[in-house]
């Protein structure tokens, strides 16, 4: 095969370098006779680290359509997705050298009728480990619980299952070889989670203080979706007449948002860019979620590497390094200067094959 030769910044360091694809593979080696394919700020390939192939408003839908969401999300750069929960068994993607590599956390496991009808598997406490269980075998080595919701009950976000619970589940998630995150929008849910060991926490709009020196100490990685939070008034506007106390819940959750994300940044927490593709939200839209975080206050060059290379190296997938599997975008000026280049990728590479051109 005819080595690819690629030249520019090559991201995170940003030193010119010349970059050569030759059997699907990145080399640093000079590669007599190589085309030159493109010129310009190489990435290591975007990372979607919160996001649902396979669903739409109303649950699983059909492959043609799944392949539709995956097509999209890998167009708009990202070419490694954690999918953080899906109706529909999406593992035949693992098949598709032309779709984003993918690390599936199998279905969500929620309480009985306390979640989005057709998304999850609804379950009571007293068997909440044995599903767990269940998913991480199913998965690719993640699971996804739901950690709170809505209680018609008590009127306001509360706790999906009590602390114990929730406790078995990791730890028979974990027996499996298994991470674990958790859907967390309130606070309540947020202590016996962390202590308990969980892996991640998603959107973590209920952190104080204390429980990010928790995070920190135990290790807890933060995915907060930016853009899903900014849906938060809609979710108190639907819910003030029914359920005022959660209509005051989410609009201070909302009100607080972006100094509790930057508290858990400032204090160390690792953090990654999930775009909550699936169900309301639209695939494709990573960068997206990189200038939600930028407009909170991370730094773009940050805000980048938690969507590029520092989740790759999270999710255990190489980066730009000699001998990896070649999977890079590459635009036309600075990302970190200009992150409106990110919606205008020059050229996508996945597993060594030009998989797109312009945008």
């Known amino acids: ?27 640093y080696e000079p590669q007599a006779g190589a085309d030159t394919v493109a010129e ?23 492959r043609e359509a799944t392949e539709q969401q995956a097509i999209d999300d890998r167009d ?15 593992r035949w993607i693992h098949d598709r050298d032309d779709l984003p590599r993918l690390v599936r956390c199998g279905r969500h496991i929620a309480a009985t009728k306390r979640y989005i009808r057709g ?12 599903y767990a269980a269940q998913e991480a075998r199913n998965g690719d080595g993640w699971i996804k619980l739901v950690g709170d919701w809505i209680s018609r009950e008590e009127g306001d976000l509360a706790p999906s299952f009590p602390a114990e619970a929730f406790a078995d ?7 499996e070889g298994a991470k674990v995150t958790a859907h967390c929008f309130g606070h309540g849910v947020l202590p016996g989670l962390i202590e308990a060991g969980i892996d991640c926490i998603e959107h973590g709009t209920g952190l104080t203080e204390d429980l990010v020196d928790a995070m920190v100490a135990h290790g807890t990685r933060l995915v907060p979706t930016v853009m899903q939070l900014d849906k938060f008034p809609e979710h108190a506007a639907a819910g003030r007449e029914r359920f005022p106390d959660y209509a005051a819940t989410m609009a201070d959750l909302y009100a607080r948002m972006p100094a ?10 690792p953090i990654y860019a999930g775009s909550d593709g699936g169900g309301i939200s639209r695939h494709g839209n990573i960068a997206g979620e990189i200038e939600a975080l930028v407009r909170i206050g991370m730094p773009a060059h940050d805000a980048l590497g938690a969507a590029s290379w520092r989740a790759r190296e999270w999710l255990g997938v190489d980066g730009l390094d000699e001998g990896a599997s070649a999977d890079f975008v590459v635009y036309d000026r600075n990302p970190v200067e200009d992150l ?10 996945l597993r060594g094959s030009v998989v797109g051109r312009g945008r």
Do not use: K
Not at 340 to 349: D, E, G, K, Y
């Open 119 to 130: 998304y999850a598997h609804e379950v009571e406490p007293a068997d909440l480990a044995t």
């Open 40 to 62: 310009g700020w190489i990435v290591p390939g975007l990372v979607d680290a919160h996001c649902h192939l396979g669903l739409d408003d109303d649950g699983a839908v059909d």
């Open 340 to 349: 409106s280049v990110l919606r205008a990728p020059t050229v996508i590479v």
């Open 260 to 269: 509790t994300i930057m508290a858990a940044y400032d204090a160390g927490v």
């Open 169 to 175: 589940a990791i730890a028979a998630a974990h027996a």
């Open 76 to 90: 708009g750069g990202a070419l490694l997705i954690r999918d953080a929960g899906s109706a529909a068994d999406t």
């Open 1 to 27: 095969m005819t080595a690819q030769r690629f030249r520019g910044p090559v991201l995170p360091e940003g030193e010119n370098r010349d970059l050569y694809v030759v059997d699907g593979r990145i080399t």
